[in-house]
């Protein structure tokens, strides 16, 4: 009985650090895109993540952030701007996971609840890398499948397919 109260304390506590740390990277990164503490998108990035919490993505998204880091440490390249199911999501722009051109136009922000639905989800990168990337995540521990004939990456509650884009 004590071992399973320990357990369900240790992965509470993961999840609570889990958020927090999402919580801070996420404003690191606005003020790397040159948002000022205090602004819109500070306090949009807290309810989204929030939001996100509730849901218990945090996790799902640093395992996410994780690879995308990986992915621009490796090849230098990042996700493909303006493309993508993350680009609507402040969070995820602020992380990295989804790029845009310009901040001020990321538009309405997209529902977790429907990307939870949705389940599988895409990032793109230039074609040419694309291949490279899956090669590099799987001898990096991701979990790699393939969903109609596109390379997919497994999370715990998240699907993310690994597409290109063609120049």
Known sequence: MAKKKNQKKAESYAKKSAVETLRFQTHWGLKQLGQQDGNLFH???DAEVNFIAELDLAQDLLAIKSLVDGVKQSF???PTAEKGDFTKSPTAVALGIAHINEINNIGIPLSWSEMIAQKILTIYYPEEYRNQIVDWAKTN???ISTYLGRPIVKFSKLYIIIDRTRA
């Open 141 to 143: 521990g991701y979990n």
């Open 76 to 78: 230098a390249v990042v």
């Open 43 to 45: 306090e949009l990035v």
